[in-house]
């Protein structure tokens, strides 16, 4: 802990000194540089010394273009001593620049606005509150992996110190043709690797697809949809000529709401969220053959070909037979001209929540939300329109474009709003997609991936966001355990305004002859571990300095980030600071010893079967969801209820299907952290939802 100190308003944290970083030669000269508005594009492959000389000469331009600007801003020009301390100042800039940015960062990063003033933290736990666990288990002890690993210790064995550094660091942002590029092993045959966004599609490329987001993709509860989706993603990457797609996105689960980047994940369920993830990355792994406010919205991906809600509706409609008018703005003058909609039979509202990644802020939202309510007077365009809609008596529609759950209270039980389509962020075909749907092309069949709730509080303490650092290293207790979104709901007994997993369509529908089958005992633990592979083994022999020399008449680019040092005197002698436990052999945990985990935890256990009937008039799509409760127990706090297994069924009027759904011993089982395994309760009974 540190100690306090009060100066007026402000207080400050004393502490330990913090250990200097240990960086790389090639990193810390990369960050020295005295860059300025006229830095050469990072790929320009002239040497420093050329770069000097134009850079000079620049200079002295820029320093005549502020005295032309200075006269003429104040009606004279600088002093002699203005010009001289202007020229002491920028000979001293060059190398303390960085310093002084440096010191900016520091600063600002330590710094949290609180009630009371201005409070400084300087130190605080190296590890926050969340010790390490060293070290990490060895790789290469399955069967499975045997080859790979094989291959890859004979590569590693042939590689030199600059090119094990290359393959395992970036070259710097955006140096090559992706945004993370890392340098290749010439001599061993290893190519550098292309590392691109995103989630939604290529980023900074041209020709590609915009696909709808995570969240989106995950409100359709549709394997098939999620598998081709990642197909797609795949291919195109591959085709570009990337190796890696940064994506899809595992996480945020959606723990807090308002999360500006929680659309990136499929939901906050976990179990909903691994179907998608592992959908995907089979899919886009084969592919790859190596491991309108939504185009404002989705910052990750170029709307090359983006088609509007209003695009769609005008060219889906005969305009001989429909009279569509069309108010591009959030605020139409209803007041003072309440004809304009008064004649209308049926009114569309759009509105939406955004969101995003910090270093972007528009309309006062800074990445993670502000609250729940939609932007830019949503809340007002939509009463204003659903009580004027057709004179009071018209019908009103609602589409929401939002990266999570958005609060509707304010006009959700107003009698002229008939529905409400919760759109998340589609993508390109945002348009078409939506006008199919309301015409009744393709029957709505999506279900909520998260739950709407009635207030941003009704999400509890684990669902606020943490606008501003709490300490040095800022630090979030996940004290609310399991229970997120609809487990939290359900925990406490929340009335939510949407629930997980619910959404209408154009028909309806009948589960019945639900049954359920024991496959295998339960027991409390999986099978003893499998007996592993011994992991491939490395020569830890130090090489000599000499081997990460720059080489002779070497042209370095500007930013670039090299595996080399200029000398070997840059190399100090020393006892590498290495963690406590870092060498301190772990025993296997008894949890693992296969892909994934332990291979019979994914032993079948029970068999459930149930009946799904279309009762309606059209053709529909319903997700069946199987949830569970586990049987009581005085020592473990479980859930109301958890989602396990989902299928979507498309169905015919009067059509029924069987749909069968395995639990496997995973899916009856919880962590246990006195036991450090997967344990499943063998008394009492489980109960199916």
């Given at each position: ?156 064995e ?65 394997r ?18 990337v ?20 659309w ?36 990750a ?31 139409p ?34 990445g ?62 945002s ?57 939290h ?51 830890e ?6 081997e990460?020399?720059f ?97 979507k ?14 639990l ?26």
């Amino acid at each position: 802990m540190g100690r306090y100190q009060k100066r007026g308003d402000s207080r400050e944290v004393f502490g330990d000194d913090q250990k200097e970083s240990l960086l790389r030669q090639s990193t810390h000269d990369s960050s020295r540089h005295s860059l300025n508005d006229f830095d050469l594009d990072e790929l320009d492959s002239l040497s420093e010394d050329e770069y000097r000389e134009i850079n000079t000469s620049q200079r002295a331009k820029r320093l005549k273009s502020r005295r032309s600007s200075y006269a003429t801003a104040y009606g004279t020009k600088p002093s002699s001593a203005h010009v001289a301390i202007t020229k002491a100042t920028r000979r001293l800039w060059g190398w303390r620049k960085w310093l002084f940015i440096a010191g900016i960062i520091l600063s600002a990063s330590l710094m949290l606005i609180g009630g009371g003033g201005l409070w400084i933290y300087k130190s605080g736990p190296k590890n926050g509150q969340s010790p390490p666990w060293y070290p990490s288990p060895p790789g290469g002890t399955l069967s499975s992996w045997e080859r790979s690993y094989s291959k890859a210790q004979k590569m590693v064995e042939r590689m030199s110190l600059p090119e094990k550094v290359n393959v395992t660091t970036g070259v710097g942002w955006s140096m090559g043709m992706c945004v993370g590029n890392t340098g290749p092993a010439i001599d061993t045959g290893f190519p550098a690797l292309c590392l691109q966004d995103g989630p939604l599609g290529l980023r900074f490329a041209d020709r590609i697809s915009a696909f709808p987001a995570g969240v989106t993709t995950g409100a359709t509860w549709n394997r098939t949809l999620m598998y081709e989706r990642g197909r797609a993603l795949g291919r195109e990457s591959r085709l570009k000529g990337v190796n890696v797609l940064l994506g899809p996105s595992m996480g945020p689960l959606g723990r807090m709401p308002a999360g500006g980047r929680n659309w990136e994940g499929f939901g906050p369920d976990e179990k909903y969220a691994s179907v998608y993830l592992v959908k995907t990355l089979v899919k886009a792994r084969v592919e790859m053959r190596v491991q309108i406010e939504d185009a404002i919205k989705e910052r990750a991906v170029d709307f090359e070909e983006l088609v509007t809600p209003l695009d769609a509706l005008k060219d889906a409609f005969d305009p001989e037979k429909v009279f569509l008018t069309t108010f591009p703005t959030n605020k139409p003058p209803l007041k003072i001209a309440p004809a304009m909609i008064k004649d209308q039979d049926i009114c569309l509202v759009f509105i939406n929540s955004d969101g995003g990644e910090g270093y972007i802020s528009s309309g006062g939202i800074r990445g993670d939300r502000n609250d729940l309510f939609p932007q830019k007077g949503g809340d007002a365009l939509v009463q204003s329109v659903a009580s004027g809609c057709g004179d009071g008596k018209g019908e009103t529609m609602v589409v929401v474009h939002a990266i999570g759950p958005t609060v509707l209270e304010k006009w959700i039980d107003m009698d002229g709003v008939k529905a409400v389509i919760l759109a998340n962020l589609p993508g390109e075909e945002s348009g078409n997609a939506l006008v199919d749907m309301l015409l009744g092309k393709v029957p709505p069949s999506g279900k909520l991936p998260y739950t709407v709730g009635k207030s941003l509080e009704d999400y509890g303490a684990g669902g606020q966001i943490l606008y501003y650092p709490n300490a040095a290293i800022p630090q979030q207790n996940f004290t609310e355990g399991l229970y997120i979104d609809y487990r939290h709901f359900d925990k406490h007994d929340i009335s939510p305004r949407y629930e997980f997993g619910f959404g209408l369509t154009y028909t309806t529908f009948n589960l019945s002859s639900i049954s359920l089958d024991s496959v295998k005992a339960k027991t409390a633990f999986p099978s003893p571990r499998p007996k592993s592979l011994s992991p491939p083994s490395y020569s830890e022999e130090i090489p000599p300095a000499s081997e990460a020399i720059f080489p002779a008449s070497f042209r370095q680019l500007k930013k670039y980030v090299y595996p080399y040092i200029k000398s070997v005197s840059d190399v100090k002698p020393g006892t590498y600071p290495y963690p406590d436990g870092y060498d301190v052999e772990q025993p296997p945990s008894p949890a693992g010893g296969g892909e994934g985990g332990n291979p019979s935890l994914w032993d079948i256990h029970a068999e459930v079967k149930i009946t799904l009937k279309n009762t309606g008039a059209t053709r529909g799509s319903e997700v069946v969801q199987l949830y569970i409760t586990f049987p009581d127990d005085e020592k473990i706090d479980f859930p109301v209820k958890v989602l396990r297994q989902f299928e979507k069924l498309a169905l015919d009027p009067n059509e029924s299907q069987s749909v069968t759904f395995q639990l496997t011993r995973k899916d009856l089982s919880y962590w246990s952290v006195g036991d450090q395994n997967w344990k499943m309760p063998t008394q009492g009974k489980f109960k199916i939802r």
